[in-house]
């Protein structure tokens, strides 16, 4: 089970989450909204878990936390994964996008001086500015557009672009994101949850709701629940198998990925 985009250290109690993760056996991407709770949220992913953390400043707190960029830059040597990033054009939101633009110019130049890394992205309402970033910034890394709700035309765009997506169950309860999950490639899909801020049946999204995400998937696609979970695995070895070939993956990490989605696997 893959959850890609998850705001582990948001839960009331997210060392209880993340022990719970690790006993379920989760691929988790802990996301953070800011820089400084970087290294506190990585205490939730000790050596040997499958929790990884990802380095982020997310847009809705552009305006207030653009000063910690260069804590960004100072922690991004350590960092594989970066998110949550991206653009918001939300009304609250429009008045700081100037903020906004600057943050995201500046974390995906950091991201393309350090040669790349696998970037978790949120767009909504601004997909098509986050794409015209992305186009500026080729060398930035893997884009995983999480959640995304732009138009036909920018998913198109995405996906000449070359980027991923992940998708929850949150997402799949509505119609237009499943005929747009219908159109994505599936060898560059994930499956997330965005709890606890995403609800499901009027609770917070746990990491372990992302199985609700790939029954969806079954459903949608037409297929089993064991090829969506085979796809799944795969689609993530190779996300990170990319990662690897380009130098910024140790070997034991690499190993560790790659023995966990083979046992997840072999189990079925």
């Known amino acids: ?23 379920r056996g989760i691929y988790v991407l802990s996301v953070t909204t800011t820089p400084s709770a970087w290294i506190q949220t990585s205490a939730l992913a000790p050596q040997g878990s499958r929790v990884r953390t990802a380095l982020g400043l997310h847009p809705q707190l552009a305006h207030q936390r653009k000063s910690e960029l260069n804590l960004f830059d100072s922690h991004l040597p350590g960092a594989m994964y970066v998110g949550e990033i ?6 609250d939101f429009k008045p700081y996008w100037n903020d906004q633009m600057m943050v995201f110019d500046h974390v995906l130049r950091a991201c393309s001086q350090a040669g790349g890394r696998i970037m978790t992205i949120h767009s909504r309402r601004a997909s ?26 920018d998913l198109d765009k995405a996906i000449a672009l070359g980027c991923w997506f992940s998708v929850g169950p949150a997402m799949l309860a509505a119609e237009k994101s499943r005929t747009l999950v219908r159109h994505m490639p599936r060898d560059r899909i994930l499956t997330e949850t965005d709890g606890p801020f995403a609800q499901i049946e009027g609770r917070s999204a746990m ?24 796809l799944l695995n795969n689609n993530l070895r190779r996300l990170v198998g990319n990662i690897y070939s380009g130098g910024r993956l140790g070997d034991a990490d690499y190993r560790q990925l790659s023995e966990v989605i083979g046992k997840r696997t072999e189990s079925r």
């Open 1 to 23: 089970m893959i959850d890609f985009h998850s705001h582990l250290d948001l839960y009331s109690d997210p060392h209880a989450v993340a022990e719970e993760c690790n006993a």
């Open 86 to 91: 991206g653009l918001d054009g939300a009304p």
């Open 128 to 153: 098509s500015a986050v794409l015209d970033r992305l186009e500026a910034f080729p060398n930035a890394g893997t884009p995983i557009l999480h959640w995304f709700s732009g138009s036909k035309r």
């Open 207 to 230: 990491p372990w709701d992302a199985q609700k995400a790939t029954i969806e998937l079954a459903t949608l696609w037409e297929m089993s629940e064991f090829d969506i979970e085979q």
